[in-house]
T-cell receptor, first 112, second 110 residues
Framework: DAGVTQSPTHLIKTRGQQVTLRCSPKSGHDTVSWYQQALGQGPQFIFQYYEEEERQRGNFPDRFSGHQFPNYSSELNVNALLLGDSALYLC???????????FGPGTRLLVL | DQQVKQNSPSLSVQEGRISILNCDYTNSMFDYFLWYKKYPAEGPTFLISISSIKDKNEDGRFTVFLNKSAKHLSLHIVPSQPGDSAVYFCAASAGNQFYFGTGTSLTVIP
């Protein structure tokens, strides 16, 4: 039973660039949520996708956008990167969005 | 606006003793609570959950207690083992959005 997978594991970008992170949910799950975890903090909710639509969004600017594909996998896009976007980006999957979320290993993004 | 708070950044416990991790929340609309464990370089791993209609849920060595009137959640680990050393996050939800605390780093001393 494949768990949540994310790619890439690490990424280095410069300010102003754009980045795309990818996530494949746990087998049988149809909902994907994205979180940003800064150093020393808990995960902060970015948004959630279900049935290829953004269902809920946290307090993040429009530079953060996403997409969900028919196979339930998802992408997180961040435009015009800022130094403060440096963080661990976690993807979590669940069934119907209301149930327990299972996390992937994360993508570590460093913005220079 | 931190709606879920873990006020103890770290905790050290002797192997075999009880570990008690605490969590407070402010939003009375939260109706589902979870605990996650996180090792370095890995994503959080689900441990145990509890809905607001219960005040206790047990799974092996792990028990979660919910005190709704105090808006307080705790995780008890008995007996503690060195492999339990990790960062523990509590999370709460009202609907589809989950809110996490800042984590407590547990060290179990052999």
């Amino acid at each position: 039973d494949a768990g949540v997978t994310q790619s890439p594991t690490h990424l280095i970008k410069t300010r102003g660039q754009q980045v795309t992170l990818r996530c494949s949910p746990k087998s049988g799950h149809d909902t994907v949520s994205w979180y940003q975890q800064a150093l020393g903090q808990g995960p902060q909710f970015i948004f959630q996708y279900y049935e290829e639509e953004e269902r809920q969004r946290g307090n993040f600017p429009d530079r953060f956008s996403g997409h969900q594909f028919p196979n339930y996998s998802s992408e997180l896009n961040v435009n015009a990167l800022l130094l403060g976007d440096s963080a661990l980006y976690l993807c979590a999957s669940s069934l119907r969005g209301r149930e327990t979320q299972y996390f992937g290993p994360g993508t570590r993004l460093l913005v220079l | 606006d931190q709606q879920v708070k873990q006020n103890s950044p770290s905790l050290s416990v002797q192997e075999g003793r009880i570990s008690i991790l605490n969590c407070d929340y402010t939003n009375s609309m939260f109706d589902y609570f979870l605990w996650y464990k996180k090792y370095p370089a890995e994503g959080p791993t689900f441990l145990i959950s509890i809905s607001s209609i219960k005040d206790k849920n047990e799974d092996g060595r792990f028990t979660v207690f919910l005190n709704k009137s105090a808006k307080h959640l705790s995780l008890h680990i008995v007996p503690s083992q060195p492999g339990d050393s990790a960062v523990y996050f509590c999370a709460a939800s009202a609907g589809n959005q989950f809110y996490f605390g800042t984590g407590t780093s547990l060290t179990v001393i052999p």
